[in-house]
């Protein structure tokens, strides 16, 4: 029953993840935690976007690949939400 519990817990968990910012954790919503995509294709959040692309370009918090753009002209990632 434990063990039942704990492999439910891991599944969801992961399927989590997909809709979830890599830095901050939290949910994709339509706004402040919208989800971007950067030019190296990891996705982070709205709000994570702002706080590392404060110059011209945004460094990507995964791979430190350089996306430049700047954070405000990034659209969101329709197809995460
Ligand atoms: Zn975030
Ligand atoms: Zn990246």
């Not at 993840?17 to 709205?46: M, Q, S, V, W």
């Not at 110059?55 to 700047?70: A, I, L, S």
């Amino acid at each position: 029953m434990l063990s039942n519990a704990s492999r439910v817990f891991q599944t969801s968990d992961k399927l989590k993840e997909n809709f979830t910012c890599g830095i901050c954790g939290e949910n994709y919503t339509n706004d402040k935690f919208a989800p971007i995509t950067l030019h190296c294709g990891h996705t982070f959040c709205r709000n994570c976007i702002d706080q590392l692309g404060k110059d011209k370009h945004v460094p990507c918090g995964v791979c430190f690949t350089n996306t430049w753009t700047p954070a405000k002209k990034l659209t969101k990632n329709y197809q995460m939400l």
